[in-house]
């Protein structure tokens, strides 16, 4: 059974930082482009980052570069997603999301595109 599991979210103050999980199970994890999507209240899904099996092929929107990293850990079938200088437009629900083929940018959104797909983990921005 194929489970993404994301974790790490709360609530930080602005300028703040916070790392996201997501554990994976179920696939052949490494093998896998994996992504950060998040959907703000009242917003669409917003494509954030996206990491290709290897590790070696990265890619982030630029309302988070610079300021957000992504990383995997194959050994351990988990994504990651350091967040650093966070901003209160940052506050959202963050899912992670798997696919078999590379895929970057803002058409990436798109859950249909993705053969896996977390429940997802709230980020809250505020003072």
């Known amino acids: 059974q194929v489970q993404l599991v994301e974790s790490g979210g709360g609530l930080v103050q602005p300028g703040g930082s916070l790392r996201l999980s997501c554990a994976a199970s179920g696939f052949t994890f490494s093998s896998y482009t994996m992504t950060w999507v998040r959907q703000a209240p009242g917003k669409g899904l917003e494509w954030i980052s996206s990491s290709e099996g290897s590790g070696g092929r990265i890619s982030y929107a630029d309302s988070v570069k610079g300021r957000f990293t992504i990383s995997r850990d194959n050994a351990k079938n988990v994504l990651y997603l350091q967040m650093n200088s966070l901003k209160p437009e940052d506050a959202a629900v963050y899912y992670c999301?798997?696919?078999?083929?590379?895929?970057?940018?803002?058409?990436?959104?798109?859950?249909?595109?993705?053969?896996?797909w977390g429940q997802g983990t709230q980020v809250t921005v505020s003072s």
């Open positions: 999301a798997g696919m078999k083929y590379w895929c970057a940018g803002p058409v990436c959104y798109d859950k249909i595109l993705y053969d896996y």
